[in-house]
């Protein structure tokens, strides 16, 4: 598969997607970075699988390797752990002139993303995605954050990594549930952006004809993703639209205390949630609310939640990071393929 190269000037990094890169790791990294000291960011599942195996090469490749293992799950996210990672740099002694790699899923990324931007004011680092969802997503594009208590993402930055590997081969290991929460986000993309992807991906029959196809669904999603990034890096025009479903997808989240759904699961409830809100506006072209629960019904996704208390999902919609000067941009579809955003406030969620 071709890489690509997210075009960004002097920032500029490739994509590289290719399997069995896992095994290649020291000699990819050894393209960019000619220092001494890596450290690796990852969580206990993902250590399990490959920790080893990515600290193997490295090490074969001349590098001083520490790694960081830290639990699972979204709850690791939080402000409250970049202490405890900036302390083991520290221990390390890494300098402005190393470089961390973030092994893991999109909580990895994040947070490590985030890490690297702001320890010793920015360190380099290189993503290695491991879940669907970071591969397809959150490894690319540069933006690094940590959650607070009130909402996901409201301590962040832009910071782009170096370059980003891809091995869809690590896919194999991730659990049934983590694989669709990655397809709801692969859904996203045919959404917005390519009406022919939509419907590529309603003709697969099952998860072996995902795979078969994965390196070029991986593959179009960060293409999309990269030329979105961009035309609009820091997120104030045609970049939002990459948050279609996010929106109220966050607020479920939250809602939750990120227990109840996983980050796909939730954009799966707020892409087909907010359709229907569309549609019944004449914002949306009818029928893309059907069209949109067809699909994740077919990738075992949710689309709907019975919430008995909205008031809460509105107080956390009104704190998104969307909402400027009481003005909350949304992303909604004029139909599968043709997204735009719509300038309103939180009262358009009240049915």
């Not at 202490?83 to 402005?96: G, Q, S």
């Amino acid at each position: 598969m071709e890489d690509l190269i997210v075009e960004l000037g002097e920032r500029s990094y490739p994509i590289i997607i290719q399997k069995g890169l896992i095994d290649k790791t020291g000699s990819e990294i050894n393209k960019i970075y000619q220092g001494k000291k890596i450290f690796i960011l990852t969580d206990k599942n993902v250590n399990y699988h490959y920790g080893d195996r990515v600290k193997e090469s490295l090490i074969k490749s001349g590098y001083e390797v520490k790694l960081m293992a830290l639990e699972p799950g979204e709850e690791t996210k939080a402000f409250s752990t970049l202490p405890v990672v900036y302390n083991e740099l520290l221990d390390f002694k890494l300098t402005r002139s190393d470089l961390i790699i973030t092994l893991g899923g999109g909580v990895i990324g994040d947070l490590g993303g985030f890490v690297a931007a702001t320890f010793l004011r920015g360190v380099s680092f290189v993503q290695m995605p491991t879940s669907l969802l970071a591969q397809v997503d959150s490894s690319v594009g540069g933006k690094v954050a940590v959650d607070l208590e009130r909402g996901k993402n409201l301590v962040g930055s832009f910071y782009h990594p170096k370059l980003v590997l891809i091995d869809p081969e690590v896919l194999e290991t991730l659990s049934e549930r983590f694989f669709r929460d990655g397809m709801a986000e692969v859904i996203k993309y045919g959404c917005i952006k390519d009406k022919d992807f939509f419907y590529f991906l309603k003709g697969l029959k099952n998860k072996e004809e995902v795979m078969h196809n994965i390196e070029m669904i991986i593959h179009k999603c960060c293409f999309i993703k990269k030329c979105v990034v961009e035309n609009d890096e820091k997120d104030t025009g045609e970049r939002m639209l990459l948050n279609f479903g996010h929106t109220l997808g966050h607020a479920i989240e939250t809602y939750y205390n990120f227990k109840k759904f996983t980050h796909g699961e939730a954009v799966a409830i707020g892409m087909y949630e907010i359709s229907k809100i569309a549609e019944k506006k004449n914002l949306t072209a009818k029928g893309v609310s059907k069209e949109i629960k067809e699909i994740l019904e077919q990738y075992i996704l949710p689309y709907e939640v019975e919430i008995a208390d909205s008031s809460a999902i509105l107080d956390t919609i009104a704190l998104d990071k969307k909402n400027i000067d009481n003005v909350l941009k949304v992303v909604l579809l004029k139909e599968i393929g043709e997204s735009y955003l719509e300038k309103t406030n939180v009262e358009f969620f009240k049915n």
